[in-house]
């Protein structure tokens, strides 16, 4: 999308679904399952944070993810935001702590407990992977890669 394909009352409109009364200025339309907010643009759905990218920085953002420093979705501050590669998004959820590793994931099985219990019992040869993912309602290869360390390094 261009700038040019934004006519002044298409800019009204989304600025009227913008409140700018706090650091974050907040989306107030239409938002999403994750909170964030959508706009339409010519009959098509934009998700808000990259249009105000658009409008503020006369860039499209193309290929890019519009994150946000705030970590609020719904945040079309454009001082909240700024450009980066699926990785960089990715390492910036990881290095604020927003990712869905161990308990904190809704469809874990296993407790920090249990990994630890699972390492020990492994380690001591007292059960194999089968065994172990048995007895902990598993796959095998889950308990192989808590054993070595690809899963749940945290704990």
């Known amino acids: 999308m261009e ?3 934004i006519d002044e009352k298409t800019l009204e409109r989304f600025w009227n679904k913008v409140n700018k009364s706090s650091g974050c200025w907040e989306w107030l339309g239409a938002k999403d399952r994750d909170g964030y907010g959508y706009f339409g643009v010519k009959r098509k759905a934009k998700k808000a944070h990259r249009l105000s990218w ?3 920085f006369k860039t499209d953002p193309g290929k890019y993810h519009v994150c946000h420093k705030c970590d609020n979705p719904s945040c ?3 001082d909240h935001l700024f450009l980066g590669s699926h ?3 990715v390492q910036d959820c990881v290095r604020k702590g927003r990712n869905n590793i161990g308990t904190r994931n809704g469809s874990s099985k296993l407790t920090p407990d249990d990994i630890q219990e699972i390492r020990r019992k492994y380690k001591f040869r007292t059960y194999g992977t089968t065994k172990l993912a048995e007895e902990y309602g598993v796959s095998y290869q889950m308990i ?3 054993v070595t360390d690809k899963n749940w390094r945290h704990v």
């Open 87 to 89: 990785t960089d998004n």
């Open 144 to 146: 192989h890669r808590i």
């Open 76 to 78: 079309v501050n454009p």
């Open 54 to 56: 658009l409008l503020f």
């Open 3 to 5: 700038i040019e394909d």
